[in-house]
């Protein structure tokens, strides 16, 4: 394939597609005089995703940032200086000892893409962000403050926001938004789905047939350089009145846009976005939709926990493995590795099957499909 085709990017691209002109300047000694020269810079770039680029970049110049204002050198940095960052940001108090990965990830691979080890790592680090989140949880305690932890969304609260979107004839702004909240809780519970991944559908990533629910999962995390993306097959008769909802929605949303055209702008081909709505859908939109849905209804957690965006993710894999759906199927359905772990912290093992939970998931297991065959046409229907 030509180079050309590459050639046009790098203007519009290199900002995000690289830590700044240093690392650029390095690739360029390291390649020598070529033709391919630029064209190896920015491929070399790209292999991190501009989101994930753009997470990394200012927590790098973060840290480059203390060790100035510390007299400390940060390119090679020590793992002592490491550890006074890490103190630092105890003492500014702004970011959980949970939330430190992406810190010290950004500064291990900035460090290695300029030709040093990732000072970031090893076990005096670990047991500095150990330290740091059993100093934030004893603080907490002794102010007084409550901690939440996040928590899978019960099948019955679906089902009472499923009752709920399909009886509901929008009239207005409010109205409307609140049958969206509703569609997107049940099309998240069901498919699985990441925040970031469920707003930035678009009209045809979603395909209703008299069998099936296509879906093609546009935007995946760490899925940025394949340029094939997943289908999931939600065969129509899996979810009762899933059918039913989607299309709700689908006409209540084409009539506020008016029937007007759908183009391929970002605005009018979401499968979203409402008319009176600025700006790209964010996944924080989703942590709304999910608490206004849930909210309206009285949903509420158990003591002690919140439900946000992510909840309906752990809700889809709890409520799954409980009427006996596959690992291997839950990995897939959700986009895990066969052989990660992480799934495991999305799973409640404690879960007692019920109706809600057959209702939304019992199309994953091998007895659906039996009794499938063993009544023909039923899957026919919507």
């Known amino acids: 394939m030509s180079k050309e085709r590459y050639e046009v990017l790098p203007a519009a691209v290199q900002e995000v597609t690289s830590w ?13 005089d070529s033709s391919l020269t630029e064209l190896a810079v920015l491929m070399q770039g ?36 490491v550890r006074l960052y890490i103190a630092h940001m105890l003492d500014k108090g702004t970011v959980q000892a949970s ?42 305690e002794a102010a007084g403050e409550e901690q939440t932890v996040r928590t899978w969304l019960p099948a019955r609260h679906v089902s009472a926001v499923h009752a709920h979107g399909l009886g509901l004839e929008p009239v207005g702004r409010a109205a409307t938004e609140l049958l969206r909240a509703c569609t997107y809780v049940v ?4 498919t699985f789905g990441r925040p970031e991944t469920g707003v930035s559908m678009r009209r045809e990533h979603i395909n209703i047939t008299g069998e099936d629910i296509s879906v093609v999962l546009h935007k995946e995390k760490g899925r940025g350089h394949v340029r094939l993306r997943r289908r999931l097959t939600i065969p129509a008769a899996g979810v009762a009145g899933l059918v039913r909802l989607l299309q ?12 007007r055209p759908v183009t391929g702008s970002e605005v009018q081909g979401s499968y979203w976005r409402l008319p009176w ?19 309206k209804l009285g949903c509420v957690p158990p003591e002690g926990g919140h439900f946000s965006g992510h909840s309906t993710r752990k809700g889809a894999c709890t409520c799954a493995r409980a009427v006996g759906a596959a690992l291997e199927k839950c990995c897939f359905l959700g986009g895990w590795s066969q052989l990660s772990s992480a799934i ?31 009544q023909p046409g039923t899957e026919q229907c919507a």
């Not at 790209?280 to 909210?295: D, E, M, R, T």
Request: glycine share 10%.
């Open 344 to 374: 495991h912290s999305y799973i409640d093992p404690a879960a007692v099957p019920d109706e809600h939970m057959e209702k939304y998931f019992g199309w994953t297991t091998p007895r659906w499909r039996q009794q499938q065959q063993r």
């Open 99 to 140: 939330n430190m990965q992406p810190y010290l990830s950004a500064i291990n691979n900035y460090h290695e893409d300029m030709g040093f080890p990732g000072p970031a790592r090893g076990r005096a680090i670990s047991r500095a962000v150990k330290g740091m989140a059993r100093l934030q949880v004893q603080a907490a």
């Open 46 to 81: 790209a292999a991190l995703g501009g989101k994930t680029v753009g997470n990394y970049r200012p927590k790098a110049r973060a840290f480059m940032a203390f060790c100035e204002a510390e007299g400390r050198q940060w390119l090679p940095a020590t793992g002592a200086t």
């Open 20 to 32: 700044d002109a240093a690392l650029q300047e390095r690739w360029r000694g390291e390649l020598g």
């Open 187 to 190: 099309f998240a519970f069901v």
């Open 248 to 259: 709700h929605w689908q006409q209540v949303r084409d009539a506020c846009w008016g029937h």
């Open 277 to 295: 709505e600025q700006g790209k859908l964010q996944s924080a939109q989703a942590n709304g939709w999910v608490q206004l849905a849930l909210g």
